[in-house]
Antibody, heavy 121, light 112 residues
């Protein structure tokens, strides 16, 4: 069964850091690009970052560029999101999502349930 | 920042057909990049229901169909059912700020 499970969310003060993890199972993790997508309370979906299947290329939304870093460990089937210098506007549920196909523009066919990040003093 | 525009809400009675539009720009759908659609039921993760403009993943009812022409696309739900009440988002690839993915503004479907 194909599954993604996020962890690492919590309450953090502005300016601090947090690291999210996403454990994958049921598919060959090392063959697919992986994404982070967030959803602020009562708001729509916002794409955050994409990392290529082998981890050599990463892409970011302008809103997080320079503060967030996406990485992966293909030997352990885990995706990470390092979030630094957090702001209140980063408060959201963070989902990891798998690219359906190994091409740019692919849809996201598997999603985790998400982990909640709250940035507040 | 969404660059795909959707109507905030649409509604229909059970059995009717509703259509949700998604309008992009020359840096995403207008450049030929595919459009995908997701359904998000309250309190759950999004679910892919249409990929590459008009393809349904296995298990998605054929009541859901998609189309795309130029900078715009649409999702149609025929034979509307109560369980279709949810938020729907379109998504594409965008090159205006380098490589990135973009989601639509989202549409709430109400079943009357």
């Amino acid at each position: 069964q194909v599954q993604l499970g996020e962890s690492g969310g919590g309450v953090v003060q502005p300016g601090r850091s947090l690291r999210l993890s996403c454990a994958a199972s049921g598919f060959i993790f090392s063959r697919y690009g992986m994404n982070w997508v967030r959803q602020a309370p009562g708001k729509g979906l916002e794409w955050v970052a994409l990392i290529s299947y082998d981890g050599t290329n990463a892409y970011y939304a302008d809103s997080v560029k320079g503060r967030f870093t996406v990485s992966r460990d293909n030997s352990k089937n885990i995706l990470f999101l390092q979030m630094n210098n957090l702001r209140s506007e980063d408060s959201a549920v963070y989902h990891c999502a798998k690219d359906r196909a190994p091409i740019f523009g692919a849809s996201m066919d598997v999603w985790g349930q998400g982990t909640t990040v709250t940035v507040s003093s | 920042q969404s660059v795909l525009t959707q109507p905030p809400s649409v509604s229909g009675a059970p059995g009717q057909t509703v259509t949700i539009s998604c309008t992009g720009t020359s840096s995403n759908t207008g450049a030929g990049y595919a459009l995908h659609w997701y359904q998000q039921l309250p309190g759950t993760a999004p679910k892919l229901i249409i990929y590459n403009n008009n393809n349904r993943p296995s298990g998605v009812p054929d009541r859901f169909s998609g189309s795309k022409s130029g900078t715009s696309g649409s999702l149609a739900i025929t034979g509307l059912q109560a369980e279709d009440e949810a938020d729907y988002y379109c998504q594409s690839y965008d090159t205006s700020l380098g490589a990135s993915y973009v989601f639509g503004t989202g549409t709430k479907v109400f079943v009357l």
